[in-house]
Structure formats: C-alpha cells, structure tokens
C-alpha cells in the first residue's frame, strides 16, 4: 500500500526505519503530549514492528504509513489511518512529523491523503482524531484539513500521573 502527494510519498514501514523514526521518536520533547515516549530504541524497534503485523492483516484495517520527503528521499515522519474494528467504518487519524520538518505543513499533506484514501478506499464514514489540549500544532492540523472539534474530554489522558484534557475532531465522508 502506498500513497503519494505532491512532497511525499506514503509507505508501509520496513524493519530498516527504526533509525530515521529513532531521531525524533528519542526526543523527550517531541512525545510532551503524547502517552508514549520518550522511546527507547527497543520502543522504537517495537513500534516498527507492531506497524509491521498490523500491515499483514487480512483484510488489512490499520494503515501506518511511513511519511517520505521524496526530495530528500527520506523518512521525516508517520500517519497513521486505523480502523476501530475490521468491520468499522470509523477510523482514527494520527500524525508524526520531525521537528526538523515541521512547520511546511507536511502533517497536513500527509493527513489529507490519508482521509482520502479512507473515504474512497476504504469507504468509511467518519474519521476522528484526538490530541492533548495543550498540543496547539496538531489540532491546527486537524483545523487545516476542516475537520470539527466535537469533543472536548476531561481527564481523558494521563501522561507522567498528571491527568489531563484532550479534543477530539471528527469529519464526515459527506463534508
Ligand atoms: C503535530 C505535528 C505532527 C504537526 O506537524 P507539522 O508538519 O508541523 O504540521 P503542519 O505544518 O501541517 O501544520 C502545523 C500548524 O500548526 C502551527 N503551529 C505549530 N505550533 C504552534 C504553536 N505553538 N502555536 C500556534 N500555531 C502553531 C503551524 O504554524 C502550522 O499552522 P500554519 O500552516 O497555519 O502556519 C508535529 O508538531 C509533531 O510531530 N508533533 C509531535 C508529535 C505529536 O504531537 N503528534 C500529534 C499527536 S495528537
């Protein structure tokens, strides 16, 4: 499966990524809003190779793609497109980009290509992504690709025992 926008192509992860994804996927800063991280090299290996089984399901339901800068022919982050189920038409959008690459609004170009793969592929009907309150940069993204915040829920994540707040988007096929 491979996907591929103006800048970027989208790929399934090969055992090989853990380098370029181990170099913002080790930055503490980079995982502040997250529930995982910072990873350890054994937490990157383990996430390759997570992606790695969900891709050989059948029928695949759960896109993890690899995000490549094609001029540089290089990993410079990830999306994810995941159905809740096998059978679900719903599915949950998430995004990666190296802080080295951020701000070129490559999150939004990677996302966009996943929500259209979703409606027309896999023709789901909703797709919703999540982020911690504070996490400015991603529910921009979400804004930028005209997704609606509908949700805003207390004490849905907790990240080093502090217990915090999260939005959650959600667009529509019809949208
Ligand atoms: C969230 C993330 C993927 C965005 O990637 P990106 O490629 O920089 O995203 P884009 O360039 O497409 O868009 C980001 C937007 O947020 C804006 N932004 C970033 N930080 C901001 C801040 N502190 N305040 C206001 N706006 C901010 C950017 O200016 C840009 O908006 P613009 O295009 O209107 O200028 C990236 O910050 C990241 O990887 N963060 C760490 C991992 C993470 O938190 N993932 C999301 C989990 S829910």
Sequence with gaps: MKLETQRLILREYVPEDWEAVHVYGSVPEFSQYEMWGPNTLEDTKSFIAET???????????????VHLKS??????????????????IAN??????????????????????????????????IYATCDT???????????????????????????????DSYRYEILSSQ
Excluded at 52 to 66: C, D, E, L, R
Excluded at 72 to 83: F, H, S, T, V
Excluded at 134 to 155: E, F, P, Q, T, W
Aim: proline share 2%; charged share 20%; with cysteine.
């Design 72 to 89: 540089e022919d290089y990993l410079i982050g990830g999306c994810g497109i995941r159905r809740v189920t096998q059978e679900s038409n």
């Design 134 to 164: 504070r996490n400015i940069a991603s529910y921009k993204v979400m804004d930028k690709l005209g997704m609606k915040r509908v949700g805003h829920m207390i004490g849905d994540r907790k990240i080093d025992g502090v217990i915090l």
């Design 52 to 66: 790695i089984t969900q891709s050989q399901a059948t029928p695949q339901y759960q896109f993890n793609f690899a």
């Design 93 to 126: 959008l998430g995004w990666a980009i190296n802080p080295k690459y951020q701000g070129k609004g490559f999150a939004t170009e990677a996302a966009k290509a996943s929500i259209d793969f979703g409606f027309n592929e896999l023709n789901l009907a909703l």
